[in-house]
Structure formats: C-alpha cells, structure tokens
C-alpha cells in the first residue's frame, strides 16, 4: 500500500503537473484583446469641386501664386488688373483656406486684392487681401 | 549748518534714487501671465511665478510661502474665469495691498456646459489657447505695470509693443501651418476641455474626453458618445495633454483603432525646452496637432 518511495514520487510529480497546468493557464501574461475588433476610421472622401475665383486688384501686382493644402491652383507672373480663373479643389462643407502669396511693386503704395469666390453651390463670397511690398495670407471661405 | 543741510539732501536724493531703481514686485498665477509680466516689465520688474511650468493649475493651492510673497506684492496676476478657486482666501490671508488683477475677466468669455454640475453653464478659463487674448493680456498687464510706475511708461509700451509683434508673428504662422490641414478634418478630441478659444480661432469641432477640469472623470456614456463620434467622422489620432495620465484615451483607440498624438500643452508652459515659452508652446501644439490630423 506504502509503496516505493520511487513511485510515491513519481505519483506526487504527476497530480503537480495536473494541477499546474490549468493553473499556469489561468495566470500566465496575455496579450489584451480588444471586446470588438477595432474598426478602421470612417475615410475622409475627397470631394474635388470646380471653384470660381475673381481677382480685382488696386494696383498691379508683379505676380501672385495661390495655393490650397500647400498645393499651387492658380500662379500669374505678369498679372491684369482683373482676372477671372476656374480650378478644381477638394471644397468640404466646413470650407476651405487659400493662401495668397502676392508681390506688389517696392514702390508701390498700400495695395488691396478683392477676391470673389463662386463655391459648388454657386454661392459668391468675397474677401480682401490688404498690404505693401510681398504679402502672405491665409483667406478662409465663406 | 550748511554743510549738514547739503549731506541731508544728497542723502535723501539717493535715498529716492536707489527707491526708483528697485523693480516693481510682481506675483502670478499662471505661466503664461509669468511670461507676460517679465516681458513687459523687463528689468523694471521682479515676477514670482507660484504656478510653476508643469503644475496643475487647477489643482494649485497657494502654500503660506506663497501667501508671505503675495502679501509684499505690488501686482498680483491672476488668469480669472474661476481659475483660481482660492482668490478669496488670498485677499483675505495676505492682506495685500498689492494691485490684485483678474487678466481673463479683461475680455470676453466662452461658455460651456460644468462637468460637475451639467446644469450650469461657466466660464472657459482656458483664454490663452487664443493667440488674440494673449495679445489682450499684455495690453492689460502694461497698464497696469504703467499705473504702479507712470515714470516707466515708455519702458513699457516699448516692451509691449515688441512682444506684441511677436505675438503677431505667430498668429500669421499659426494660419499658415492650419492651412495645410483641410477644414474638414479639423476635429480635436483632448483628453479636456481646455482648447475652445483654439478651436473657435481655427475652425475645429472639439471632443473633450473630460469635462473643463482635469480633475474630472469621464462617464462611460460620454466616452461612448466619444467613440461613436470618431468613428463617424473618421478622426485620425486624439491628443492626450501634458499633465493628464492618458488612461482613458488608451481604452478609446482600441475602441476605435485611432492613433495617439503626442501631448497638447493645454493649461500652461512646459518646463524645459522650447514649449518653456508661450511661442514655443503654441508652436508645439499646432504643430502636433497638423501632423497628427493631416
């Protein structure tokens, strides 16, 4: 009944490693995993839209350059008085920021810009750039 | 008799002398009106920040040292909108005579919906997250350096008017940088409710985790509310801010796979570095917050 101490051991090693294993199962680190699977974010959808633009200018710049989103729309390097211009342009709903770089002549006096902006609903908006020599501005529409 | 006349009078004249040269005692409240005051005041000054870059400011309560320099001030600058819960205390305890000036009551506030009670609207305190406001600081703070120390005028408006341009500067760059990010993907989710006169400046929508205070927790309804609004309008990273342990915002990008931005300054100056001045950490957070959302 006592038995050897040979197989009381091996008997004792055996229920320890029974036992262990579902413990070690239970405590052993995890990686968390999240309830639902994280879902990717909605995607921003481009909604490119042709814009109408109307510069009006007191006095003749040397050259001006208009970008969106860091990227050129419309460059003149010898300008008109007046100017009119079709470009395409991701236009959301919350609206859009135009940076005018215009460079007037040194002599020149202080000096406005009047733009006139047609957004996809056909809607006009209107804003002024002012300064003297080269100028840089963010313009926001509407 | 004449000789001791003579050395009564130059005595008297140096005495007067060495009283002009001593800089005007300043204590603030707030880092960014620290900033303001050694700007303006220049030498003419001495300024004691008690909140000090990296603190809480609203869970800063003024220790009897604090109280003992207050009590010698001769100007006390304080960000107002409910910011300092403790203005009362401080009139009473110091007895000051010091000129006490309640900066953000200068100029207008935004309302907003109380975290602890959500039937009362308060004030926004978190005014210098707007570039203009600052500028309207520095107008306040100078004349008010002007009326302890009319003779400094000059010094003054001088100091102001270069800081001033400063301030110009970043707004202009502030625009510039914000015009690479589409308007429409201007939505700032922060861990609280500190940047509204930034995002009204800017063109953002804002989903705070928390309510106005950083001491406030988030009910799960309001996270809630939160993970649906990133997921329905495709926000792209949330920004933790530097005091706050960004706990709850961890269980938010699992929720919705959003990235974490690096920290927003939301209620004052870092200690070190370039986001140690008010330039730098308006630059700071601009700049995260482009990278992270563009």
Partial sequence: MRGSPLLRALLAFIIIGLMGWPLWQLTRPQEVVASTPAPKPAATVATTKAIGLHLTFTTVPKSFVIRHLDKEVWKVTAPAVDMEQQVTLDYPDEGVDLQFHVEWPDDAPLAALRVQLTDPAGDQHEKSVWGKGVVDEVVTFP | ?294
């Fill in chain 2, 1 to 294: 008799m004449k000789a001791s006349f003579l050395s009564l009078l130059a005595f008297l004249t140096l005495a007067m002398a060495v009283r002009a040269a001593e800089p005007i005692r300043v204590s603030s409240f707030s880092t960014i009106l620290t900033e303001i005051a050694q700007q303006v005041g220049g030498d003419r000054v001495a300024v004691t920040g008690h909140v000090k870059p990296g603190i809480d400011p609203h869970e800063f309560e003024p220790k009897p040292e604090d109280l003992k320099v207050v009590g010698q001030a001769q100007l006390i600058l304080l960000s107002a909108k409910h910011m300092e819960s403790y203005v009362g205390k401080l009139k009473q305890a110091t007895g000051t005579q010091g000129a006490m000036v309640e900066v953000g009551d200068g100029f207008a506030s935004l309302k907003m919906k109380s975290e602890k009670d959500p039937d009362k609207v308060v004030d926004d305190p978190h005014w210098w997250q707007s570039v203009n406001n600052t500028e309207k600081a520095v107008k306040i703070v100078r004349d008010e350096l002007t009326k302890i120390s009319p003779a400094d005028k000059q010094v003054f408006t001088d100091n102001a008017a270069k800081y001033l341009s400063t301030l110009d500067g970043l707004e202009k760059w502030v625009k510039s940088e914000l015009a690479k990010l589409p308007r429409d993907k201007r939505k700032l989710v922060t861990s609280h409710d500190a940047f509204q006169y930034f995002a009204k400046e800017n063109g953002f929508t804002i989903h705070a985790i928390e309510g106005i205070s950083s001491e406030d927790q988030p009910s799960s309804k309001k996270v809630g509310e939160i993970v649906a609004a990133i997921k329905a309008e495709g926000v792209k990273a949330i920004f933790p801010e530097s005091i706050e342990n960004p706990k709850v915002m961890t269980e938010i990008t699992r929720e919705t796979g959003v990235k974490i931005a690096p920290a927003l300054y939301a209620d004052g100056l870092g200690e070190t570095g370039d986001v140690a001045t008010y330039v730098g950490m308006y630059k700071h957070n601009v700049s995260t917050i482009v990278e992270a959302l563009k």
